[in-house]
């Protein structure tokens, strides 16, 4: 069943797209958790991170590069940035096609060691 991220990919609804290729599309979230908060998605489909097989990690490599792109692009690939990835609903995730979330243009909190 199409997502919300694959309707964004087919153009059927409005989104602010601020990256593309042939395998990834990265859009504004439209509730940001930071001052840059984009979302990588992979226009192929997997429902969650477990999807992916073990011989495509290029799928999920994509996703980081292009966070990486975008950053550097932007100019604050210097001073920081977070890229988190939800897997299924005890790990956040609410639309069930993996994607990536950029956060950045701020000092984030520190989470974990």
């Given at each position: 069943?199409?997502?919300?991220?694959?309707?964004?990919?087919?153009?059927?609804?409005?989104?602010?797209?601020?990256?593309?290729?042939?395998?990834?599309?990265?859009?504004?979230d439209?509730?940001?958790?930071a001052?840059v908060?984009?979302?990588?998605?992979p226009?192929?489909?997997?429902?969650?991170?477990?999807?992916?097989?073990?011989?495509?990690?290029e799928?999920?490599?994509?996703l980081a590069?292009?966070?990486a792109?975008?950053?550097?692009?932007?100019?604050?690939?210097?001073d920081?940035?977070?890229?988190?990835?939800?897997?299924?609903?005890?790990?956040?995730q609410?639309v069930?096609?993996i994607?990536?979330?950029?956060?950045?243009?701020?000092?984030l909190?520190?989470?974990?060691a």
């Amino acid at each position: 069943m199409p997502t919300l991220f694959h309707k964004i990919i087919r153009r059927e609804i409005p989104a602010d797209i601020v990256f593309e290729d042939e395998h990834v599309i990265g859009f504004r979230d439209i509730s940001p958790q930071a001052p840059v908060h984009v979302l990588f998605v992979p226009k192929e489909t997997f429902a969650t991170l477990n999807e992916v097989p073990a011989d495509r990690p290029e799928v999920v490599g994509r996703l980081a590069l292009a966070a990486a792109a975008y950053a550097k692009a932007q100019g604050f690939d210097e001073d920081g940035y977070r890229i988190v990835m939800n897997c299924n609903g005890d790990g956040g995730q609410t639309v069930f096609q993996i994607h990536l979330h950029l956060l950045a243009g701020a000092a984030l909190g520190r989470f974990g060691a």
